[in-house]
């Protein structure tokens, strides 16, 4: 039977590639507009569900060839990015992470630190959820704790608060590290293929853990705000870890101390030179080895999310595509009127520009056609290039205001505790709270 509805979505995708490839053919050449109408294309699918994600994802080593906007080997190339494979170590440890229950272990922990009122448990889960964002997915954290959150009180505006305070906090804590958000994975492949010289695991931590810090405190105040400090009862019995969760414990220690130990510190230690991706990489596959063997790949491949690992290749892709056609500079000579203001308002204008446009759109897809752009801008202009596309892939983050904008804030919405209303009322005050600190960070500590 012919799903209707799936063809409808289809068919807008089509359409919309059609009025983006004709509105594009005045400006740009023929190559360049191709590749502005399949993005279009790619763009409405991943964000209307046409089509599975990874069927999506996919479609760029079909497309670019065929249209003649990139080769088959240089797209496919893509597809077996570093990072991916970055990526890929990470979630074997979040299933791990996920199978032995450790998350709730952790999210105990965060819990005990705070009174066991309203306002208390709004901090809990919002520094719960990004902590454990920072080293799992955001959509697996969310999925891990918003049930949690829902069963803490049977107020519905309250569950309405925690609900959120998970979902807001999935997002803000998944810039704390290079795995812990797709966009940043984009930023250092994007990086690793124009040659520059990426941070190192610990070097990224430092410089977002203000902003991350700062932001837990904003979303939790705001979510807070109105609420009264009536006494909750939290299950606050205290389990030994067992077997499983002590290994992982283990296992999760040597990687951050051989990521540390990797790390350079000036002239003092050069670091030990290791590739960060076969560190992660390493580190979830012992999860299949003896002694640890808490993962089998018969009963956990089900889990690895291969269609975020198409996404990826697709972004990679995306991104070469639009540096070979020409297209990112083109776009950058447009955008250089803006090179006539301070830098400062510069930054604030990449800023709103992706922080408002993620809303209605994948990260992912947007961060990939916006780096190639950003940095041909950067270098037209003289200016900073890495602190522009450090804005650009955290505001790419920073979507607060619709459930299409991030899998957590669909999480979220379908639990039945969140409306549109609610979500666009919070979200939008944190999306200029986002914008405003993103900048004053970049300027006071990344520059």
Same mark, same amino acid.
Request: charged share 10%.
């Given at each position: 039977?012919?799903?209707?509805?799936?063809?409808?979505?289809?068919?807008?995708?089509?359409?919309?590639?059609?009025?983006?490839? !004709? =509105? $594009?053919?005045?400006?740009?050449?023929? %190559?360049?507009? #191709? +590749?502005?109408?399949? @993005? *279009?294309?790619?763009?409405?699918?991943?964000?209307?569900?046409?089509?599975?994600?990874?069927?999506?994802?996919?479609?760029?080593?079909?497309?670019?060839?065929?249209?003649?906007?990139?080769?088959?080997?240089?797209?496919?190339?893509?597809?077996?990015?570093?990072?991916?494979?970055?990526?890929?170590?990470?979630?074997?440890?979040?299933?791990?992470?996920?199978?032995?229950?450790?998350?709730?272990?952790?999210?105990?922990?965060?819990?005990?630190?705070?009174?066991?009122?309203?306002?208390?448990?709004?901090?809990?889960?919002?520094?719960?959820?990004? !902590? =454990? $964002?920072?080293?799992?997915?955001?959509? %697996?954290?969310? #999925? +891990?704790?918003?049930? @949690? *959150?829902?069963?803490?009180?049977?107020?519905?505006?309250?569950?309405?608060?925690?609900?959120?305070?998970?979902?807001?906090?999935?997002?803000?804590?998944?810039?704390?590290?290079?795995?812990?958000?797709?966009?940043?994975?984009?930023?250092?492949?994007?990086?690793?293929?124009?040659?520059?010289?990426?941070?190192?695991?610990?070097?990224?931590?430092?410089?977002?853990?203000?902003?991350?810090?700062?932001?837990?405190?904003?979303?939790?105040?705001?979510?807070?705000?109105?609420?009264?400090?009536?006494?909750?009862?939290?299950?606050?019995?205290?389990?030994? =870890?067992?077997?499983?969760?002590?290994?992982?414990?283990?296992? #999760?220690?040597?990687?951050?101390?051989?990521?540390?130990?990797?790390?350079?510190?000036?002239?003092?230690?050069?670091?030990?030179?290791?590739?960060?991706?076969?560190?992660?990489?390493?580190?979830?596959?012992?999860?299949?080895?003896?002694?640890?063997?808490?993962?089998?790949?018969?009963?956990?491949?089900?889990?690895?999310?291969?269609?975020?690992?198409?996404?990826?290749?697709?972004?990679?892709?995306?991104?070469?595509?639009?540096?070979?056609?020409?297209?990112?500079?083109?776009?950058?000579?447009?955008?250089?009127?803006?090179?006539?203001?301070?830098?400062?308002?510069?930054?604030?204008?990449?800023?709103?520009?992706?922080?408002?446009?993620?809303?209605?759109?994948?990260?992912?897809?947007?961060?990939?056609?916006?780096?190639?752009?950003?940095?041909?801008?950067?270098?037209?202009?003289?200016?900073?290039?890495?602190?522009?596309?450090?804005?650009?892939?955290?505001?790419?983050?920073?979507?607060?205001?619709?459930?299409?904008?991030?899998?957590?804030?669909?999480?979220?919405?379908?639990?039945?505790?969140?409306?549109?209303?609610?979500?666009?009322?919070?979200?939008?005050?944190?999306?200029?709270?986002?914008?405003?600190?993103?900048?004053?960070?970049?300027?006071?500590?990344?520059?």
């Amino acid at each position: 039977m012919i799903d209707k509805v799936a063809c409808k979505k289809i068919a807008v995708a089509i359409l919309i590639a059609l009025v983006a490839f !004709l =509105l $594009s053919f005045i400006p740009f050449t023929l %190559t360049q507009s #191709l +590749l502005v109408g399949v @993005i *279009a294309f790619l763009v409405v699918l991943w964000t209307n569900e046409g089509l599975p994600l990874g069927v999506v994802s996919l479609l760029p080593i079909v497309l670019f060839p065929s249209f003649g906007i990139l080769s088959t080997g240089l797209t496919t190339q893509h597809y077996a990015n570093p990072i991916i494979f970055l990526f890929l170590g990470g979630f074997f440890i979040a299933i791990a992470v996920e199978k032995s229950n450790l998350h709730k272990w952790i999210a105990n922990k965060v819990f005990s630190i705070f009174p066991a009122t309203p306002r208390g448990v709004i901090f809990s889960l919002t520094i719960s959820s990004g !902590l =454990l $964002s920072s080293l799992l997915s955001n959509t %697996t954290t969310a #999925l +891990l704790l918003i049930p @949690i *959150a829902l069963f803490i009180s049977d107020d519905a505006k309250l569950k309405m608060r925690f609900a959120l305070g998970v979902a807001y906090g999935a997002s803000v804590g998944g810039i704390l590290t290079p795995i812990g958000t797709p966009p940043n994975l984009i930023l250092f492949g994007f990086m690793q293929d124009k040659g520059m010289e990426t941070f190192s695991f610990i070097e990224w931590m430092w410089m977002m853990t203000p902003l991350v810090f700062i932001m837990f405190i904003v979303v939790a105040s705001l979510l807070s705000v109105g609420v009264s400090d009536v006494k909750i009862f939290l299950d606050d019995e205290k389990k030994a =870890l067992d077997a499983n969760q002590k290994k992982i414990l283990l296992l #999760l220690g040597g990687v951050v101390l051989l990521l540390l130990l990797n790390a350079p510190l000036g002239s003092f230690w050069g670091g030990l030179g290791l590739n960060e991706s076969v560190v992660l990489l390493s580190g979830g596959l012992l999860l299949f080895a003896p002694p640890f063997g808490i993962l089998d790949w018969m009963d956990d491949k089900s889990k690895v999310p291969f269609r975020i690992m198409f996404l990826f290749g697709a972004g990679f892709s995306i991104a070469a595509a639009f540096s070979s056609s020409g297209l990112a500079d083109e776009v950058a000579s447009y955008l250089l009127a803006l090179t006539n203001f301070s830098t400062i308002l510069i930054l604030i204008s990449i800023a709103i520009l992706i922080t408002f446009t993620t809303e209605i759109t994948s990260n992912t897809a947007l961060i990939s056609v916006m780096l190639p752009i950003i940095y041909a801008l950067a270098i037209q202009a003289n200016m900073d290039v890495k602190l522009f596309m450090i804005v650009a892939t955290v505001c790419a983050s920073y979507a607060f205001m619709l459930p299409i904008a991030t899998p957590p804030n669909a999480i979220a919405m379908s639990s039945g505790a969140v409306s549109v209303k609610d979500m666009l009322r919070y979200g939008f005050l944190l999306n200029l709270a986002g914008i405003f600190f993103v900048v004053i960070i970049a300027e006071l500590f990344w520059r």
